[in-house]
């Protein structure tokens, strides 16, 4: 399964939802903007180390695109080497950028249930900007967040799968309080 401008995606999805303005809010914006490059090449490196850089090849593009600020050369060069595929040194950098240390060994299955964590976090971000949306939520960006919930929840299980295709179709079908309701049960579920 391809997985493109997921984090990327989130963050537009976010700004127009929020309509930010003004000083403060670029600020955040711009804090959220380089978390969420952070975001893409932890994505890139968690993928590499599950032997699935073919999914994550995207990541370098969307850094590439979204890269601002005074870290842009360094978002760059981390999207040179993803590029490249120089693990070692895209952790590295990602590292140096004020990523998390991610521990090179992920094949045990305790590192695989923080993966499939790391995913449903991911979904269920992209449901809460639906779900505490003051305003209405136009039907592509319903679709933008259903879609990047279903890409984020292909490496849980079957039934974890099953409830957040459910959460999409509900915010699909812009079935708020359904889909509130299912957001915060699978909050809870995964302690988030």
Do not use: H, W
Not at 111 to 139: G, R
Not at 169 to 186: H, Q, T
């Amino acid at each position: 399964m391809k997985k493109t401008g997921t984090l990327i995606l989130l963050l537009l999805i976010f700004l127009t939802v929020t309509a930010c303005g003004g000083g403060i809010a670029r600020n955040e914006s711009e804090d959220k903007n380089r978390l969420v490059l952070l975001k893409e090449a932890e994505f890139y490196i968690r993928m590499a180390a599950l032997g699935k850089e073919d999914e994550a090849k995207s990541s370098s593009e969307n850094i590439r695109k979204n890269a601002e600020g005074e870290d842009k050369e360094r978002f760059l060069e981390l999207a040179d080497l993803m590029d490249q595929g120089d693990l070692e040194k895209i952790r590295s950098v990602y590292a140096e950028l004020g990523g998390e240390y991610i521990d090179p060994n992920t094949s045990s299955d305790v590192d695989k249930n923080e993966e499939n964590d790391k995913f449903a976090a991911l979904s269920l971000e992209a449901a809460q900007l639906y779900v505490e949306a003051e305003t209405a939520i136009s039907l592509e960006n319903r679709y933008d967040i259903a879609k990047l919930i279903e890409s984020n929840s292909f490496l849980l299980s079957q039934e974890d799968q099953a409830q957040f295709e459910e959460l999409a179709g509900k915010i699909k079908d812009d079935n708020k309080d359904e889909a509130a309701s299912l957001y915060y049960s699978l909050k809870e579920k995964f302690g988030l």
